[in-house]
Protein backbone atom coordinates (compact mmCIF):
# COMPACT_ATOMS: atom_id res chain seq x y z
CA UNK A 1 0.00 0.00 0.00
CA UNK A 2 0.95 3.94 -0.92
CA UNK A 3 -0.69 4.91 1.89
CA UNK A 4 -1.93 8.29 1.77
CA UNK A 5 -0.33 10.36 -1.05
CA UNK A 6 -0.41 13.95 -1.70
CA UNK A 7 0.62 15.96 -5.38
CA UNK A 8 2.23 18.31 -5.94
CA UNK A 9 5.61 18.43 -3.19
CA UNK A 10 5.84 21.96 -3.65
CA UNK A 11 3.88 24.67 -5.42
CA UNK A 12 4.36 28.46 -6.06
CA UNK A 13 1.64 30.63 -7.10
CA UNK A 14 0.80 34.16 -7.45
CA UNK A 15 -1.96 35.78 -5.59
CA UNK A 16 -5.35 35.82 -7.58
CA UNK A 17 -4.30 32.16 -9.01
CA UNK A 18 -6.50 28.89 -8.51
CA UNK A 19 -4.62 25.44 -7.85
CA UNK A 20 -6.08 22.06 -6.80
CA UNK A 21 -3.88 19.97 -4.20
CA UNK A 22 -4.68 16.38 -4.63
CA UNK A 23 -4.88 13.79 -2.35
CA UNK A 24 -5.47 10.57 -2.33
CA UNK A 25 -5.42 7.09 -0.17
CA UNK A 26 -5.39 3.14 -1.26
CA UNK A 27 -6.55 1.81 2.21
CA UNK A 28 -10.33 2.46 1.72
CA UNK A 29 -10.70 4.73 4.78
CA UNK A 30 -13.45 6.51 5.28
CA UNK A 31 -12.79 9.51 6.72
CA UNK A 32 -10.11 11.74 5.28
CA UNK A 33 -8.97 15.86 6.20
CA UNK A 34 -7.21 18.34 5.37
CA UNK A 35 -4.85 20.12 7.64
CA UNK A 36 -2.80 23.64 7.35
CA UNK A 37 0.28 23.82 9.23
CA UNK A 38 2.29 27.60 9.90
CA UNK A 39 5.07 28.16 12.26
CA UNK A 40 4.33 27.71 15.66
CA UNK A 41 0.28 27.34 15.00
CA UNK A 42 0.48 23.49 15.35
CA UNK A 43 -2.14 21.89 12.39
CA UNK A 44 -5.30 23.14 12.16
CA UNK A 45 -8.30 21.45 10.39
CA UNK A 46 -9.69 22.91 6.99
CA UNK A 47 -12.11 20.27 5.61
CA UNK A 48 -13.27 17.00 5.91
CA UNK A 49 -15.19 13.89 4.74
CA UNK A 50 -16.67 10.87 6.04
CA UNK A 51 -17.37 9.30 2.97
CA UNK A 52 -17.95 9.92 -0.35
CA UNK A 53 -20.47 12.61 -1.17
CA UNK A 54 -20.21 14.18 2.25
CA UNK A 55 -17.89 17.03 3.12
CA UNK A 56 -17.73 19.91 5.88
CA UNK A 57 -15.91 22.64 7.71
CA UNK A 58 -12.89 22.68 9.84
CA UNK A 59 -11.69 25.21 11.77
CA UNK A 60 -9.96 27.41 9.10
CA UNK A 61 -12.44 26.80 5.97
CA UNK A 62 -12.16 30.28 4.52
CA UNK A 63 -10.66 30.70 0.77
CA UNK A 64 -10.63 26.30 0.54
CA UNK A 65 -13.16 24.40 -1.56
CA UNK A 66 -13.50 20.23 -1.35
CA UNK A 67 -14.93 17.62 -2.92
CA UNK A 68 -15.23 13.98 -2.65
CA UNK A 69 -16.49 12.02 -5.77
CA UNK A 70 -14.29 8.33 -4.82
CA UNK A 71 -13.64 6.90 -1.69
CA UNK A 72 -9.80 7.29 -2.47
CA UNK A 73 -9.71 11.05 -3.66
CA UNK A 74 -10.20 14.24 -1.80
CA UNK A 75 -8.86 17.24 -3.49
CA UNK A 76 -8.44 20.87 -2.10
CA UNK A 77 -9.08 24.17 -4.15
CA UNK A 78 -7.80 27.06 -3.66
CA UNK A 79 -10.45 29.40 -5.62
CA UNK A 80 -8.03 32.69 -5.79
CA UNK A 81 -4.65 32.21 -3.85
CA UNK A 82 -3.73 34.84 -1.05
CA UNK A 83 -0.23 35.49 1.08
CA UNK A 84 -2.09 34.28 3.77
CA UNK A 85 -2.69 30.66 1.71
CA UNK A 86 0.98 30.24 2.67
CA UNK A 87 1.98 26.90 4.53
CA UNK A 88 2.32 23.59 4.28
CA UNK A 89 -0.98 21.45 4.02
CA UNK A 90 -1.19 17.41 5.34
CA UNK A 91 -3.88 15.26 4.05
CA UNK A 92 -5.00 12.52 6.03
CA UNK A 93 -7.26 9.57 6.73
CA UNK A 94 -8.20 7.19 9.04
CA UNK A 95 -9.74 3.63 8.83
CA UNK A 96 -13.09 4.33 10.93
CA UNK A 97 -15.49 7.43 11.70
CA UNK A 98 -14.78 6.59 15.36
CA UNK A 99 -12.89 9.52 16.41
CA UNK A 100 -10.59 7.25 18.21
CA UNK A 101 -9.25 5.72 14.92
CA UNK A 102 -5.67 6.53 14.05
CA UNK A 103 -5.15 8.98 11.67
CA UNK A 104 -2.39 8.84 9.00
CA UNK A 105 -0.97 11.84 7.23
CA UNK A 106 0.04 12.38 3.82
CA UNK A 107 3.99 13.78 3.16
CA UNK A 108 2.21 17.72 2.94
CA UNK A 109 2.64 20.01 0.06
CA UNK A 110 4.28 23.40 0.37
CA UNK A 111 2.50 26.35 -0.91
CA UNK A 112 3.90 29.27 -1.37
CA UNK A 113 1.51 32.61 -2.59
CA UNK A 114 3.67 35.57 -3.59
CA UNK B 1 -14.44 23.50 20.23
CA UNK B 2 -11.74 21.73 21.53
CA UNK B 3 -8.97 23.93 22.69
CA UNK B 4 -5.67 21.97 23.51
CA UNK B 5 -2.88 23.74 25.12
CA UNK B 6 1.08 22.28 25.26
CA UNK B 7 3.86 23.04 27.33
CA UNK B 8 6.75 23.89 26.86
CA UNK B 9 7.41 25.29 23.45
CA UNK B 10 11.55 24.42 23.38
CA UNK B 11 13.03 21.21 25.29
CA UNK B 12 16.71 20.75 25.91
CA UNK B 13 17.83 17.74 27.53
CA UNK B 14 20.73 15.91 28.43
CA UNK B 15 21.34 12.59 25.92
CA UNK B 16 20.32 9.65 28.46
CA UNK B 17 18.05 11.81 30.67
CA UNK B 18 14.11 12.07 30.30
CA UNK B 19 11.94 14.45 28.51
CA UNK B 20 8.27 15.14 29.45
CA UNK B 21 5.45 17.30 27.61
CA UNK B 22 2.64 18.34 28.73
CA UNK B 23 -0.95 19.36 27.46
CA UNK B 24 -4.48 20.54 28.58
CA UNK B 25 -7.53 19.72 26.57
CA UNK B 26 -10.88 21.60 27.27
CA UNK B 27 -13.47 19.03 25.81
CA UNK B 28 -14.77 16.63 28.57
CA UNK B 29 -16.34 14.75 25.70
CA UNK B 30 -12.37 14.00 24.16
CA UNK B 31 -11.54 10.48 24.59
CA UNK B 32 -8.54 9.90 21.52
CA UNK B 33 -5.03 11.94 22.51
CA UNK B 34 -2.38 10.79 19.91
CA UNK B 35 1.33 12.02 20.23
CA UNK B 36 2.92 12.66 16.85
CA UNK B 37 7.03 13.60 16.44
CA UNK B 38 7.39 15.64 13.08
CA UNK B 39 11.03 15.88 11.52
CA UNK B 40 12.33 18.72 9.56
CA UNK B 41 10.03 18.61 6.34
CA UNK B 42 8.61 15.31 7.38
CA UNK B 43 5.13 14.14 8.00
CA UNK B 44 3.64 14.33 11.50
CA UNK B 45 4.03 10.31 12.68
CA UNK B 46 1.99 8.41 15.26
CA UNK B 47 4.46 7.87 18.07
CA UNK B 48 1.87 6.85 20.72
CA UNK B 49 -1.52 7.25 21.71
CA UNK B 50 -4.41 6.61 24.85
CA UNK B 51 -8.09 6.36 24.76
CA UNK B 52 -9.41 7.79 27.63
CA UNK B 53 -10.31 4.19 29.74
CA UNK B 54 -7.10 3.54 30.59
CA UNK B 55 -4.77 6.22 32.44
CA UNK B 56 -0.95 5.07 31.52
CA UNK B 57 0.02 3.48 28.27
CA UNK B 58 3.88 2.40 27.48
CA UNK B 59 5.46 1.82 24.78
CA UNK B 60 9.22 1.21 24.92
CA UNK B 61 10.85 4.49 25.96
CA UNK B 62 7.93 6.15 25.40
CA UNK B 63 4.98 6.50 28.02
CA UNK B 64 1.78 8.45 27.91
CA UNK B 65 -0.22 9.07 30.88
CA UNK B 66 -3.77 10.71 30.82
CA UNK B 67 -5.95 12.31 33.81
CA UNK B 68 -9.34 12.95 32.93
CA UNK B 69 -10.36 14.58 35.52
CA UNK B 70 -7.96 16.99 35.05
CA UNK B 71 -8.18 17.36 31.57
CA UNK B 72 -3.93 16.71 30.83
CA UNK B 73 -1.82 14.43 29.09
CA UNK B 74 1.96 13.90 29.18
CA UNK B 75 4.65 11.98 26.97
CA UNK B 76 7.57 10.90 28.56
CA UNK B 77 10.50 9.56 26.66
CA UNK B 78 13.24 7.99 28.85
CA UNK B 79 17.10 7.53 27.62
CA UNK B 80 16.88 10.08 25.23
CA UNK B 81 18.35 9.75 22.08
CA UNK B 82 20.20 11.90 19.71
CA UNK B 83 17.20 10.45 17.05
CA UNK B 84 14.61 11.71 19.60
CA UNK B 85 15.24 15.22 18.43
CA UNK B 86 12.55 16.66 16.40
CA UNK B 87 8.83 18.53 17.48
CA UNK B 88 6.06 16.62 18.87
CA UNK B 89 2.56 17.44 19.11
CA UNK B 90 -0.10 16.56 21.33
CA UNK B 91 -3.90 16.21 19.77
CA UNK B 92 -7.71 15.61 21.34
CA UNK B 93 -10.54 14.54 19.16
CA UNK B 94 -13.08 16.63 19.36
CA UNK B 95 -16.08 15.28 21.45
CA UNK B 96 -18.42 14.02 18.20
CA UNK B 97 -15.45 11.78 16.37
CA UNK B 98 -15.89 12.93 13.06
CA UNK B 99 -14.74 16.28 13.60
CA UNK B 100 -10.86 15.29 13.16
CA UNK B 101 -8.13 16.42 15.68
CA UNK B 102 -7.46 19.53 17.54
CA UNK B 103 -3.33 20.00 17.80
CA UNK B 104 -1.19 21.51 20.23
CA UNK B 105 1.30 24.21 19.72
CA UNK B 106 4.38 21.79 19.16
CA UNK B 107 7.47 20.88 21.72
CA UNK B 108 10.76 21.14 19.97
CA UNK B 109 12.85 18.89 21.55
CA UNK B 110 16.75 19.02 21.32
CA UNK B 111 18.88 16.54 22.85
CA UNK B 112 22.17 17.63 23.68
CA UNK B 113 25.14 15.31 23.43
Known amino acids: NAGVTQTPKFQVLKTGQSMTLQCAQDMNHEYMSWYRQDPGMGLRLIHY???????DQGEVPNGYNVSRSTTEDFPLRLLSAAPSQTSVYFC?????????????FGPGTRLTVL | GENVEQHPSTLSVQEGDSAVIKCTYS??????FPWYKQELGKRPQLIIDIRSNVGEKKDQRIAVTLNKTAKHFSLHITETQPEDSAVYFC????????????FGKGTHLIIQP
Open chain 1, 49 to 55: SVGAGIT
Open chain 2, 91 to 102: AANSGGGADGLT
Open chain 1, 92 to 104: ASRGGLSGTDTQY
Open chain 2, 27 to 32: DSASNY
